[in-house]
């Protein structure tokens, strides 16, 4: 803990030391879209606040769609990358679990992006989604190393699963429930809340990137 809380402090001055504001656009569905929940409780505008609680001078782009696959993010990745954006956070995967979709497919739906991105000169934060169990260990074991081996492939940043967080430090995984909403897919205001202090320092990571270009 002691580590991170000294690379946010280091991150944080070069930060400040930045010239001109970031831009960083979240492509995503219904959870970085903040289904269920009031305007100012969502990820991007937890996740904003928190960065600039941190000193990062950044505007977030809400690029969540509810509903969306992999497929979805795909085709709109071109439009998501407009010349102003210097970093994209893609969280996409959560409805493909849901529909069973090939694993295959998603991996190459989410190397468009990540494809896209590098065209743009755009640095990503590739955030996975963990499978259940239902569609068996060999569905699981592909699809979750699919956001592990495209990060590797293309350099991005990486968080292993965007729920993560919600069974992070001091959670009571008896508890987790708490931090849903009643439909046990979205997070709440409080489990948003989780989920933001725990890729928040990953996002700083990004913002640094895009300073080093």
């Given at each position: 803990m002691h580590k991170i809380l000294l690379s946010i402090v280091f991150?944080?001055?070069a930060l400040l030391a930045r010239a001109e504001p970031v831009t960083i656009a979240a492509l995503g569905d219904s959870?970085?879209?903040?289904?269920?929940?009031?305007?100012?409780?969502?990820?991007?505008?937890?996740?904003?606040?928190?960065?600039?609680?941190?000193?990062?001078?950044?505007?977030l782009i809400n690029a969540g769609v509810s509903g969306d696959t992999s497929a979805g993010g795909a085709a709109r990745v071109n439009w998501t990358l407009t010349p102003e954006v210097d970093g994209m956070?893609?969280?996409?995967?959560?409805?493909?679990?849901?529909?069973?979709?090939?694993?295959?497919v998603t991996r190459r739906n989410l190397e468009t992006i990540l494809q896209a991105a590098e065209g743009a000169g755009v640095e990503v934060l590739l955030i996975g989604m963990e499978a259940p169990g239902n569609f068996g260990a060999a569905y699981k074991e592909q699809f979750e190393s699919n956001y592990a081996e495209l990060a590797d492939d293309y350099g991005t940043l990486f968080i292993p699963s965007f729920l993560g967080g919600l069974a992070g430090e001091g959670a009571d995984p008896a508890s987790l429930g708490a931090y849903m909403q009643a439909d046990g897919i979205h997070p709440n205001a409080q489990g948003v809340s989780r989920i933001v202090a725990a890729i928040g320092p990953e996002v700083l990571q990004l913002i640094e990137r895009t300073s080093t270009d």
């Open positions: 991150i944080c001055h959870l970085t879209q903040g289904y269920g929940l009031a305007q100012g409780d969502g990820l991007v505008p937890q996740l904003e606040k928190w960065l600039a609680d941190q000193g990062a001078e950044v505007t956070i893609v969280t996409l995967g959560g409805n493909d679990l849901l529909r069973g979709i090939d694993p295959a």
